[in-house]
């Protein structure tokens, strides 16, 4: 449970999958005023195609908490994370409700626990937080997210609006982030959009999108800054692309089974929409995410996922190098379509690493891309396969 002292401006990002959870229906619902004071979350289990009771119990979460808090049920918004499929064990979350309602305190180990508290498969808690100056204010701002499986987020302030990215119909990711800084409405929604839009929009495990996908930012004022001009603005964005950035980083590295991170950088294309459709069909590309976790430069399978992209590509334009994370360092292994004269031992050499850049150049345009990805491995399959003997895990 996270609580705000006083009403707060807020903002969200939701899954654009066409089946949508009943938390995130709420949230939509109740952020049409713009505000919240408050955010409560389930871990285990997703309340997603569960119906109208589904709707009635993410309503009841709202209800209860607003009740026990002191404010007003549309104050609440409400996230779950898990099974797909399943009733909520409305008794057990009533009793959590109450219990985690009176354990509420402003600390770092109160934070981590809320981070724990989220988690499914993660292995690890997820969290940053950072201060900056607003109009000569001290301005904080921290975030939690969790995510590991069923992680290509295609966000969208109400959930229907087109994004350019992959569409997926599948654990899910969540986010929360807040701040004490004096911000509108409007602003807080541009600069959450735009955060997500450079982060959680850009990454990718194995290229499911999540039917519960959520991203809530809550913005109380307390810090007391004066009103944003243009230059304080971009102060707060650039904290929260920051913020968000790392959270987003943070769940592809803890990806289930990941060993390898890739940055998947493409230019050179017709536009962006065309740059971020090559960059995904590279990164969700099963053969090249096995290349990857075996550590196998292999130049072929990259162009043959661009080749079936939605991206124009001129195989006789096409430049593919690898180097280190942000480096300009690069070892070609493609110029123009063709292979270079890079010894195997070099370009080996070069995807080694635990995390490393791919750089795709179509040399058509000028569409760029950024997308965060991972190699795929044994264990990902491994616990992905499902139990048999366990009818529930039909649902996710």
Request: net charge positive.
């Amino acid at each position: 449970m996270i609580f705000s002292e006083v009403p707060a401006k807020a903002a969200g990002m939701f899954t654009t999958n066409q089946i949508c959870a009943a938390p995130v229906k709420i949230c939509i619902k109740h952020l049409k005023n713009n505000s919240a004071q408050a955010v409560v979350v389930n871990s285990g289990n997703a309340n997603a195609c569960t119906g109208p009771q589904g709707i009635k119990d993410a309503l009841e979460m709202a209800t209860i908490t607003a009740k026990i808090l002191g404010i007003r049920n549309s104050d609440v918004l409400v996230g779950s994370t898990g099974r797909i499929g399943v009733n909520l064990p409305m008794d057990q979350i009533r009793k959590g409700i109450s219990s985690i309602a009176q354990e509420l305190k402003s600390t770092q180990k109160a934070a981590c626990q809320t981070a724990e508290a989220i988690m499914t498969s993660d292995t690890k808690p997820k969290q940053i937080s950072v201060e900056f100056k607003l109009g000569g204010k001290t301005v904080r701002l921290g975030g939690i997210a969790k995510g590991a499986g069923m992680i290509q987020p295609g966000m969208s302030p109400n959930g229907t609006q087109p994004v350019s990215t992959a569409s997926g119909l599948h654990a899910t990711m969540l986010s929360f982030l807040t701040t004490d800084a004096n911000i509108s409405s409007i602003n807080l929604k541009k600069c959450l959009k735009e955060a997500v839009s450079k982060s959680f929009n850009s990454i990718t495990v194995d290229g499911d999108m999540s039917t519960n996908d959520t991203v809530l930012l809550l913005a109380n004022g307390l810090a007391e800054n004066r009103k944003l001009d243009t230059q304080d603005l971009k102060t707060f964005q650039a904290s929260l692309n920051h913020v968000c950035l790392e959270l987003a980083k943070m769940i592809v590295r803890d990806g289930e089974g990941v060993t390898r991170v890739i940055t998947v950088r493409v230019s050179g294309a017709r536009s962006l929409t065309e740059a971020n459709n090559a960059a995904r069909s590279v990164g969700n590309s099963s053969l090249v995410k096995t290349s990857w976790f075996g550590g196998d430069p292999n130049w072929g399978r990259i162009i043959d996922a661009l080749g079936y992209s939605d991206a124009k590509v001129d195989e006789e334009k096409v430049d593919i190098a690898y180097s280190a994370p942000g480096s300009k360092k690069k070892v070609f292994s493609l110029k123009k379509g063709r292979p270079t004269r890079t010894s195997f031992e070099k370009l080996c050499n070069a995807v080694e690493p635990k995390e490393f850049d791919l750089h795709i150049n179509l040399n058509i345009g000028k569409g760029e891309a950024v997308l965060y990805a991972s190699d795929l491995t044994e264990e990902y399959v491994d616990f992905n396969k499902g139990d048999i003997t366990d009818p529930a895990s039909l649902g996710g």
